[in-house]
């Protein structure tokens, strides 16, 4: 911006022509503000879900993922805002409750960018969580799962270039506080359009390997 | 310590009573070094391994590590020295190379927290390493896995309190320079001596949900 100005807001619409982009859950809370924000922006957006959306696939199945590219290529981004694991006790959990943590949050995201690779040009923006780093009661599958995704950013950063690749791990958003907010007593929520704005930072910014906190 | 006094150099012995502690993966540089301290600090150590060890299980089985605590139950503290994953470009792995790194690294470890909660009344110590936090070119598996360890065991250890469970994370070994120390150009090794020492640390001291990084 010109000296002696100040930036003094968001801007509304993006600096850069707008790209196709990829969201998987776009029926999500945080998937619905996402994909209002990315439109407003000017970007073309196409949605992925599972039942509902532009193009409708499960990615805990890897043979989905690669339909979904087979669907959609090329494109120039990829944002998910999708990752299902159990809420239990740990001495309740099983051993296939962490396996469908791990089909649901890590390998789903993981393989959008493995098989993403010969398809998407721009970057990719998996979503983690707070529990990564600051745990709740019930929350051990989140954790690792969040953990997972945000040391394989950080290691297919340096792997995948000039492709950029980032996470955004968001704490308890306060439009679902009415739901979730009793799971994190004391912990300060985030607001959906700071969350939105990490996704914008991610998908128009020019960082890669990061863990985007907004 | 009498004030006035100081601390100038490791105790050759443990200051706690000798426990009994389930050794994983006793038979690697890191675990062969990990049993020797655990001996010479006065604790009983049972070894554990695929193929090698007082008893042999195969703990990526879930089956089998239910079939250990039968076998071993019970003990004052489980280490884990284990943890195999597929070391290869991004680009060239498979679906089934990010299942076998959760399955021979994560849940593998996991399994030993999950299922030892009736048997283990001290603590666990599981293995992460650098990759968690700092990456290589072909090791997204590893710190996926190294990420997600390391996660969980903040999230375990504010359910499984009073007993505890902690990380050690090492970045490459001094002692293992000669194999592995083109893939850490200029990162600074550990000692193998140090990273005994982080075990200790984990199983006599009072720390949980730590990550140790020696």
Request: glycine share 10%.
């Amino acid at each position: 911006m010109p000296c002696g100005k100040h930036f003094t807001g968001r801007l509304a619409r993006s600096t850069v022509p707008g790209v196709k982009i990829l969201l998987i859950g776009a029926s999500g809370l945080i998937g619905t503000a996402v994909h209002k924000t990315f439109l407003d922006r000017g970007h073309d957006v196409l949605t992925v879900g599972r039942t509902s959306g532009d193009l409708r696939f499960d990615l805990t199945d890897p043979e989905q993922v690669g339909a979904l590219y087979a669907a959609a290529s090329p494109v120039d981004a990829v944002a998910s805002a999708a990752g299902d694991v159990p809420f239990k006790p740990l001495a309740d959990l099983t051993a296939d409750d962490f396996r469908a943590g791990f089909a649901g949050k890590v390998l789903s995201q993981v393989e959008l960018v493995r098989q993403g690779l010969p398809h998407v040009s721009g970057s990719f923006t998996l979503i983690t969580g707070v529990l990564a780093r600051e745990p709740i009661v019930a929350g051990s599958v989140a954790s690792l799962a969040n953990g997972a995704v945000e040391s394989f950013v950080k290691a297919a950063a340096i792997e995948i270039a000039p492709r950029r690749i980032n996470a955004v791990s968001p704490t308890v958003v306060t439009e679902a506080l009415d739901a979730y907010g009793d799971f994190f007593p004391g912990m300060p929520p985030v607001d959906l359009a700071d969350v939105t704005q990490a996704y914008v930072r991610s998908v128009e910014g020019p960082l890669t390997g990061q863990v985007f906190i907004p």
